[in-house]
């Protein structure tokens, strides 16, 4: 563990990142060596012309760049912010093979938020179709799917469960990291494209399949909103959150500012999170800035953290303590957490995804003192809409199976995004939504 | 923003409103419940459908919180930010033969809506009302027009049979073949209550109602052990089969925010309402 670091003490929620100046923009994109073929864009999921917006920064035009990355993306400062660029077009980027990457993504964030502030422009659409098609969810799929659709010319009406919209970018992921004024202003650009988003529509109870499949088509981008527990004892009391009940209650709900808004949550003195992905990190760096002590407790190596590289440095930099090969096995306490048992855990030989197999080590348990333990196991697909088109083919996390156009067995009905995939990023979320909304277009053309 | 379109009060502290949300009332059945975020800095809470007309829904509750507090405040033509619904399973209503419908406290709320759909599918309906006192009794003309036989009970034996609604059932069970019950009230009435049924192997639905926050299975806040299993209140319920329910984890798990609760009622009193003269919200 690196230890005599300072550790920077945030009890706020502004956003951590500040981005980059015009001037560094320019000067970074410079650098852009405008390659023949180009294979930062094979590294995009949505297939931004990133070399054609890399030179209209170098040359200074902001409005072009952001307009060029428009035609393929409607979110830019949300995905130049979450996006993980480092796997994506920046680790397909030539210049990396020698030193460091294009910053693609911090242009990308840049010139959308030059235009955020400069006056938003929309792209063009496509005639009146005269075609609905249905949209289930407004998180980074649904918004994809629903802009992508307004802009063939289809009408676009999007069910929203909760009273906000935007999914994970609005309910999990903190503001820290992704500023909701933000993810609010791209989602407004949406709806300026006509896409109309009905809020508190929990569809399969508020809107019936029938309802839903009178459509022309459907797209499901439900996500995976279903939190995984570890089915540990001890799970049930008083101060056990999954990662997705925290974050809501601050993120959606705003119960870091309790009791001027109403919801609460247990703050903590001392917090374990168990998990090692980016929602595992985003709940340790939660639960940091209301106050707590916090220790995040991950079964695999360090290297194997599925977060990105950024993200642990940052929890690392706030003063979250990351306790590697070890497992929790029991939360200890009366009605409150009063503990986490956990044990030491050795790697074994590789599993099917390449990292090593945890295996518990017998008499290794030890205790952490905690109030609060926050489970960011996973999440699987929310099964109720699914459960209610018995149709649909699910693979065996419960997933909707669907071919290479995002089509399921249901006709007329597509998914895409986590859905479908499984917990993955926004922006795969994203580039499968997009496909499907081609796809979609092509049937309603046809007939 | 969903319209009041009446409010009432129906007894000490209990309340009723009838709110307008079409796509709520249009597909509620009996036993499901919406989520109500009353205005912007509001938290989300549960609240049974207790009827529904047209395109509005009644809700009934008692002002015990600051959610609630501040719904028993609200006339008809205020407006809230937010309702969600119907969430949840329905009843599981089918023809059984004799069934009995049990409210206890607001819980009776949740009764009529139960027994009229039970009476529809062709079942011999039994009602039970049991309340503290008369005073706070509720929706007793709308049971006894539903019901085939009413029975009221009192702790205080202010009106009806002096005791608990449990007594009631007990002596039914003792008496003739009952097929299924329902019991609504608060955790320690329904335990107290199926408890009753259990040695006569009776069917016993219990509507569990843990805290939530967004009521659509993705939070996990609602989770209740039944049969041993963890289940979500919010989709695999709000019903479930009482002689399964882990009730002292429930009633645990509902105190979970109980200091918050006071913090906030507090914060509300003191700078929220307007009524003893400081304005910050």
């Known amino acids: 563990m690196t230890a005599s670091r300072a550790v920077r003490e945030v009890r706020d929620f502004n956003e951590v990142n500040r981005g980059i100046s015009a001037e560094n923009a320019v000067f970074e994109a410079l650098r852009c060596l405008d390659c023949v073929r180009p294979t930062c864009v094979t590294g995009c999921p949505v297939g931004i012309d990133i070399p054609a917006f890399v030179q209209q920064v170098a040359a200074g035009d902001f409005a072009g760049a952001v307009a060029t990355i428009k035609r393929d993306n409607m979110l830019p400062a949300i995905c130049g912010r979450v996006c993980p660029q480092e796997s994506q077009c920046e680790g397909a980027c030539i210049l990396g093979k020698n030193e460091k990457p294009v910053s693609i993504g911090a242009l990308e964030r840049f010139v959308a938020d030059w235009e955020r502030e400069h006056g938003m422009t929309l792209p063009g659409t496509a005639a009146p179709s005269g075609r609905r098609v249905a949209v289930v969810g407004s998180g980074p799929a649904g918004l994809t799917a629903a802009a992508e659709l307004a802009r063939f010319g289809h009408a676009v009406t999007v069910f929203e469960s909760l009273h906000e919209a935007g999914g994970v970018l609005t309910y999990g992921i903190p503001n820290f990291r992704l500023p909701k004024e933000i993810v609010r202003a791209e989602i407004d650009q949406v709806k300026r494209l006509g896409v109309e988003i009905r809020l508190n529509h929990l569809v399969g109870r508020s809107v019936s399949p029938d309802e839903l499949l009178s459509y022309d088509a459907v797209f499901l981008g439900t996500g995976a909103g279903l939190p995984y527990f570890m089915g540990i004892e001890g799970e ?79 929890a690392r930099a706030e003063g979250v303590h990351i306790v590697c090969c070890a497992n929790p096995v029991r939360v200890v306490g009366e009605k409150n957490v009063q503990a986490v048992e956990c044990v030491r855990m050795s790697m074994c030989e590789l599993d099917e995804s390449g990292r090593p197999k945890p295996s518990s080590i017998e008499e290794s348990n030890f205790l952490i003192e905690a109030d609060v333990f926050i489970e960011a196991i996973g999440q699987g697909p929310n099964p109720l809409l ?38 993955a990023t926004v922006i795969w979320a994203m580039g499968s939504a997009k496909k499907a909304a081609a796809a979609i277009d092509r049937i309603l053309r046809k007939e | ?157 202010s009106k009806g049979i002096h005791g608990f609604a449990a007594s009631v059932l007990e002596q039914l069970l003792k008496e003739r073949k009952i097929d299924c019950v329902w019991i609504v009230g608060p955790a320690i009435m329904m335990k107290v209550t199926s408890n009753v049924t259990r040695p006569y192997g009776v069917r016993t639905f219990v509507s569990l109602n843990p805290i939530m926050v967004d009521g659509t299975g993705m939070c996990g806040s609602c989770r209740v052990t039944v049969g041993g299993e963890t289940k979500f209140a919010c989709v695999d319920g709000p019903e479930f089969d009482a002689h399964q329910v882990d009730f002292d984890s429930l009633m645990q798990r509902q105190r979970m925010y109980v200091d918050e609760e006071k913090a906030s009622v507090e914060h509300h009193h003191h700078g929220g309402c307007g009524c003893c003269g400081s304005e910050q919200r």
């Open chain 1, 236 to 314: 049930n009391l008083n101060g056990v959150y999954s990662a997705n009940e925290f974050l809501t209650r601050v993120n959606l709900m705003h119960a870091d500012c309790f009791p001027a808004f109403d919801t609460p949550v247990k703050r903590g003195c001392n917090v374990v999170v168990v998990g090692g992905g980016n929602v595992a990190m985003d709940a340790a760096r939660v639960a940091r800035r209301l106050g707590g002590e916090v220790t995040l407790v991950y079964r695999r190596r360090e290297e194997d953290l599925p977060a990105r590289a950024v993200e642990i440095e940052n």
């Open chain 1, 386 to 423: 699914v459960s209610m088109l018995p149709q649909l083919d699910r693979a065996q996390r419960g997933n909707v199976v669907v071919d290479a156009d995002g089509q399921t067995t249901l006709a007329r009905v597509y998914a895409g995004g986590d859905v479908a995939t499984g917990a």
């Open chain 2, 1 to 157: 923003m969903y319209l009041v379109e009446e409010a009432a009060q129906l007894a000490d502290r209990v309340f009723q409103l009838w709110i307008r949300a079409p796509q709520v009332a249009r597909h509620a059945r009996a036993g499901q419940f919406l989520i109500v975020r009353a205005h912007e800095n509001g938290e989300r809470i549960p609240l049974t459908i207790s009827a529904s007309r047209g395109d509005a829904v009644r809700v009934i509750f008692m002002a015990v919180g600051k959610t609630t507090g501040y719904l028993s405040t609200l006339k008809k033509g205020d407006v809230l930010s937010d309702i969600v619904g119907p969430l949840g399973k329905p009843s599981e209503i089918k023809k059984y033969g004799t069934v009995v419908v049990i409210g206890g406290g607001v819980g009776i709320a949740s009764t009529p809506i139960i027994a009229r759909e039970a009476k529809e599918a062709g079942n011999h309906v039994i009602g039970i009302c049991g309340s503290r006192n008369k005073d706070l009794l509720i929706l007793e003309d709308e049971m006894a027009a539903i019901c085939d036989e009413l029975f009221i009970t009192t702790d205080d034996g």
